[in-house]
């Protein structure tokens, strides 16, 4: 009746699937930033199965054959990594951009959580077309499907709700419009970015729809940068002002919001002395003055020295996570105070700080101004420099340890530090080594280092390189991973092989997790099962002879290109020779996963078993209880 009347008839409309819907909208999306236009989702990755292949899959084909929509399509090999691919896109473009990924009902969606998770944590965009049970249920139970007896309404991509910054199932074509464009603000809002989840009924994705012709227009999405409050500058100038020893946390907010030059000139201006945390690596070169390295449990000690001092603590894009405040007893000065400046008023007000909530340049700016005239004292600059000093030998040292028979992982971070050109980025997750790079790694860009240490997820490595080359195919990209994380989740070597894209892997095999071995040790309870070694049978243990496994061969066998070290001195030729080649190129190395690594001078809180009947567990709870006196809330 309504589709009859001459005001109705008179909208142009477009008869599509709502995958199809989907596609066009998506294609017709721009982000914004001070005045630069950017595809907002230039691709989608995806793993086709039965939920997806008939719409978002028959969609995209679709698109692709007729022209009709740009939305190029990446096939994935594992729905995790694809994620963790859109990821390593999103941030090494500043979150001006932002992937899509379908995946098929049931497993190839939940395979999705881990990532949603790591998105949201890390604050990426990423969108998510996980695909739903049918709308219409006339079929249910489906391949896959969740029963739930008290609710017919439940699916498994309930579980992504709390993962997400925004959630939405689309049962009904009319519910569509609206969501999308709830999808895309949330995309593009630097406080509330994450994982965004549209959930797709698979009927639903392959329903006509006459859709208003204006759902398909260019859309350009400004990507805001708030000024901060004039009096919330005056309130934090008037503690800095006043500080004697203060000390900026630059984080993973300096370098998405690229205030790295305007942080430079605040610490050029002041002498405030600079320390960055795991997001917030390389905001400031590792050797300009006033840097001091990383802070935390996995800093350098001579950030960790000042932290220890500091009076006024100033975090600017800092979520203050426990390893960077050292499970809260990095700042032990009685009366510290601190200024976060945070887009996110969440942020904003941690650690009872005194909030400044603003686009991190702009606020960068903002407190330069009101700063002007103040500089710290010289006496102070003369302690930080003496400590940088002290702790650029000790790395010196580390790079070149000449550790025997097998090398350590410090000489090889040394080795792909000397190797890696300026702008070259390294990339890496968990294990031992995001520590031995925040400690040791010394960045000279804004976007060298690539840790993902919100969610510290293994098997990141590799996938986050793919999606990263893909963001700056002029950058050599290094994914290091460790022996744990390349068996857990390596797959994506062989997308990067299938689409000719460039990466340098270095694999380092350690024959277990020499990070969790070591934390076990130091908690009391001996490395076990920590190593990947045959069982015995005498001690029923996971401590017999190593394993016939071959990591070399098996990246080989996946389509790499692949060069075998045997000494410290291989590996820097092999690491030369990947970085010229034309082809994704694994270089592997054996490390001695017991050689020594620098002090961070730091603690991290991982609770002790309080009642133990070994020695080496009641010795460690000791140690625990007298480190955990340090730990302070900062009220
Ligand atoms: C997906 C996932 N599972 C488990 C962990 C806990 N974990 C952290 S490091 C680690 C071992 C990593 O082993 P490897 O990659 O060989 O690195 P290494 O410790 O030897 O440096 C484990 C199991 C994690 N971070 N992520
Ligand atoms: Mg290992």
């Known amino acids: 009746m309504s589709s009859s009347s001459p005001a109705r008839s008179a909208r142009p409309i477009r008869r599509l699937t709502v995958a199809q819907a989907i596609v066009q909208f998506l294609a017709q999306q721009y982000s914004e930033r001070d005045g630069v236009e950017q595809r907002l989702i230039p691709g989608c990755f995806g793993i086709f199965g039965h939920g997806n292949v008939a719409g978002v899959g028959q969609a995209l084909l679709e698109a692709q054959l007729t022209g009709s929509a740009n939305l190029p399509y990446y096939l994935a090999r594992n729905e995790q990594a694809m994620v963790h691919s859109s990821v390593g896109y ?12 379908t995946a098929s009902i049931g497993p190839g969606s939940t395979n999705m959580l881990t990532g949603a998770a790591l998105a949201t944590i890390n604050r990426i965009p990423v969108l998510l077309l996980p695909s739903d049970l049918f709308a219409t249920r006339v079929a249910s139970p489906v391949l896959q499907e ?18 997400s910054r925004f959630f939405d199932r689309i049962w009904r074509p009319e519910q569509l419009p609206a969501a999308l464009l709830s999808v895309m603000r949330v995309l593009t809002d630097p406080a509330d970015t994450g994982a965004v989840t549209l959930a797709l009924p698979q009927d639903v994705q392959a329903e006509a729809f006459d859709w208003p012709e204006e759902l398909f ?3 350009v999405w400004h990507i805001a940068r708030p000024v901060p409050e004039p009096e919330a500058v ?21 370098l998405y919001a690229e205030a790295h030059d305007a942080l430079r000139r605040l610490a050029e201006a002041t002498g405030i002395p600079v320390a960055d945390t795991q997001a917030g690596k390389g905001a400031l070169a590792w050797d300009h003055p006033a840097a001091v390295g990383g802070i935390g449990a996995t800093g350098s000690a001579a950030a960790n020295a000042l932290a220890a001092q500091a009076d006024v603590v100033i975090g600017i894009g800092t979520r203050y996570s426990d390893f960077t405040t050292a499970s809260r007893t990095a700042f032990q000065y009685p009366g510290v105070r601190f200024v976060n400046l945070n887009i996110a008023a969440f942020d904003a007000g941690k650690n009872a700080g005194i909030p400044v909530v603003a686009d991190a340049r702009r606020g960068i ?10 500089q710290v004292e010289a006496d102070y600059t003369a302690r930080c420099q003496g400590l940088v000093a002290d702790w650029n030998a000790i790395v010196d040292r580390a790079y070149h340890l000449g550790h025997q028979p097998l090398p350590s992982q410090t000489e090889v971070i040394g080795a792909v530090n000397e190797i890696a050109g300026p702008r070259d980025v390294v990339v890496q997750a968990a294990g031992s080594l995001p520590g031995d790079l925040q400690m040791l790694w010394r960045s000279r860009d804004p976007k060298q280092y690539h840790v993902e240490y919100g969610y510290s997820c293994m098997g990141y490595e590799i996938a986050g ?18 022996d744990g994380s390349y068996l857990m989740l390596s797959a994506e070597i062989v997308t990067a092989v299938s689409e000719g894209i460039k990466l340098v892997i270095v694999l380092i095999d350690n024959h277990g997790f020499s990070s969790i071995g070591a934390l076990s040790e130091s908690l009391g309870s001996q490395r076990f099962g920590t190593r990947y070694r045959y069982r015995d049978p005498v001690t029923g243990m996971l401590d017999g002879g190593y394993l016939p496994v071959d990591l070399a061969a098996n990246a080989e066998s996946l389509g790499a290109d692949v060069l075998r070290a045997r000494s410290i001195e291989d590996f820097r030729a092999a690491l030369a020779k990947a970085r010229t080649a034309d082809r994704t190129t694994v270089v592997h190395i054996e490390t001695d996963p017991l050689a020594p690594v620098p002090s961070s001078g730091s603690w ?29 809330g900062y009220l």
């Open 90 to 101: 999103a941030r090494m473009r500043n979150r001006l951009q932002a992937f899509a990924c």
């Open 365 to 374: 700016v903002a407190l330069t101004d009101a700063l002007a005239g103040y």
């Open 146 to 163: 969740l029963e739930d007896p008290g609710s017919l309404d439940v699916s498994v991509n309930d579980a992504f709700r709390p993962l």
């Open 604 to 632: 991290w809180d991982v609770p002790v078993a309080q009642t133990a009947v070994l020695e080496s567990t009641r010795a460690a709870r000791r140690s625990y209880e007298q480190s955990k006196r340090a730990q302070r």
């Open 234 to 254: 005056t309130r934090a100038v008037a503690v800095i002002s006043a500080a004697q020893r203060p000390l900026i946390v630059a984080g993973g907010g300096v």
């Open 465 to 482: 390189a793919l999606g990263i080359k893909m963001a700056a195919p002029d950058r050599e990209v290094f994914a290091l991973v460790g």
């Open 217 to 219: 227009r260019r859309r």
